[in-house]
């Protein structure tokens, strides 16, 4: 009786016992997101890329290249032009395309009275590099300041009509075609950059224009300047950001610069500029290495510190 008294407590134990849990399964890598397209701008001039690639000891990714707007001669007629200038390019471009030339308006744009020229140049670019599968248009840049002849400051629905009347008749001709939707960010300006949001279904990537200056933003401190302006500031990388996120869209930089409007040698902005580029879903990023309308150039000695590490970030090691 005793043994069996024994036992049935043996059994009622092992049966409290907790069943050995199993091995917790190891989680699954993240793939690494995919480095940004490190591209540049040199003006429509195919000769400067050999020379910044031998100063910044690397291949770049892409160059950025626009076409005319004086007037709808030259609108389609320098489309052709910038395909000659970098025919022999094997490597990306990333086409600026105006929304309009001078004289015309975004009132009859947006009533489709344009379209023709649209399909105009479209046929043009859609010959590009058949090779290549998707081309990316930016166009109506910065359009939330006042500065361009297509601004939408004071009639943002006439420039949704017009980019969507451009758009349209793009994807008429090609499904290669992407656009980018590029306000000017990091400042106050007239308007608020998502009034003029031509929606989901017309745009695929999200861009921003961002340059160090001092002039205007009047914070020496590179380190303040660069946290109240550039990171938290109104129309901010950090605005930039959420929007993309909200509107499940790829972010760009196709115009970013340093040094100019008084911004000085500023390696500072380099770094975190690059930073910022490396930590979020930026599809891809173009220099400003020019003096045109901005002194960003660099290649040429122009600001020694603020060269020295984008040549270390960009070039070289950073590109492996």
């Known amino acids: 009786m005793k043994k069996v ?25 993240s793939p690494p997101m995919p480095k940004p397209i490190w591209s540049v701008f040199v003006g429509n001039d195919p000769k400067a890329i050999p020379q910044y690639e031998q100063w910044l000891g ?21 489309v052709g032009w910038a395909m000659g200038q970098w025919a022999k390019s094997d490597r990306p471009v990333f086409w600026s395309v105006s929304l309009i030339p001078k004289g015309a308006t ?47 400051v004071g009639q943002p629905e006439n420039f949704i009509g017009a980019w969507r009347q451009l758009v349209d008749t793009f994807r008429s001709v090609s499904d290669r075609f992407r656009f980018d ?43 303040e300047r660069w946290d109240k302006i550039y990171l938290n ?17 790829p972010m760009s930089y196709p115009e970013w610069g340093a040094g100019g409007n008084e911004a000085g040698d500023n390696p500072y902005f380099i770094e975190q500029m690059h930073r910022w580029f490396l930590e979020n879903k930026v599809l891809y990023a173009s220099y400003w290495n020019s003096n045109a309308s901005y002194k960003g150039r660099m290649s040429g000695g122009e600001y020694p510190k603020a060269g ?5 970030l960009f070039g070289g090691s950073g590109q492996k």
């Open 308 to 312: 020295a590490k984008y040549k270390e």
């Open 233 to 249: 500031g109104e129309n901010g990388l950090k605005w930039h950001r959420e929007f993309a996120r909200k509107h499940g869209k």
């Open 58 to 78: 690397a291949r770049t990714g892409g160059t950025l290249s626009y076409t005319g707007d004086k007037n709808w001669q030259d609108y389609e007629g320098s």
């Open 181 to 223: 939707w590029c306000p000017a960010g990091c400042d106050h300006f007239p308007m608020k950059a998502e009034d003029a949001w031509p929606g989901d279904d017309y745009v695929d990537v999200i861009g921003l224009d961002v340059y160090d200056q001092l002039r205007w933003r009047k914070i020496k401190d590179p380190a």
């Open 106 to 152: 975004l009132a009859d744009a947006a009533k489709g009275l344009y379209n023709t020229h649209y399909r105009t140049i479209a046929q043009k670019l859609a010959n590009w590099h058949p090779a290549e599968p998707v081309l990316y248009i930016r166009t109506g840049w910065e359009f939330n300041g006042g500065w361009f002849h297509y601004k939408a």
């Open 5 to 29: 008294i024994v036992l049935a407590l043996g059994l009622l134990l092992a049966g409290c016992r907790r069943a050995p849990e199993p091995a917790p399964a190891r989680a699954t890598p």
